[in-house]
């Protein structure tokens, strides 16, 4: 079992910058593909960014590409998402998330992370 918690969330003006953290605990380990999801308001859920296994390479959804970077730390056990130029549409509930044994091609599937934290919420005003 993977515990994630999530914090860091809270309003800020448009243009502004956030960094999120995410720290996991039980059993998790370097092989895991940890990263982020969001969901805004009437929304599905959406792919944000992740790290896929011990490559600890970086992936982006299109919408964030550019503005956000992930950062994993595996002594640490944490995921941070640093947001820059926070736009009106990235309001949303942003979910840290754990895949085991993910394939590259499945990273950006919801129903890939088997781990969910409780979400923090960003909240960007104009």
């Known amino acids: 079992q993977v515990h994630l918690i999530e914090s860091g969330g809270g309003l800020v003006q448009a243009g502004d910058s956030l960094r999120l953290s995410c720290a996991a605990s039980?059993?998790?380990?370097?092989?895991?593909?940890m990263g982020w999801f969001r969901q805004g308001p009437g929304k599905e859920r959406e792919f944000v960014a992740t790290?896929?296994?011990?490559?600890?390479?970086?992936y982006y959804g299109d919408s964030v590409k550019g503005r956000f970077t992930i950062s994993r730390d595996n002594a640490k056990k944490t995921v941070d998402l640093i947001m820059d130029n926070l736009r009106l549409e990235d309001t949303a509930v942003y979910y840290c998330?754990?895949?085991?044994?993910?394939?590259?091609?499945?990273?950006?599937?919801?129903?890939?992370?088997?781990?969910w934290g409780q979400g923090t919420q960003v909240t960007v005003s104009s």
């Open positions: 790290t896929f296994r011990s490559y600890n390479r970086a």
């Open positions: 039980g059993t998790t380990d370097n092989s895991d593909t």
């Open positions: 998330a754990v895949a085991k044994n993910v394939i590259l091609s499945n990273i950006r599937s919801a129903g890939a992370y088997a781990y």
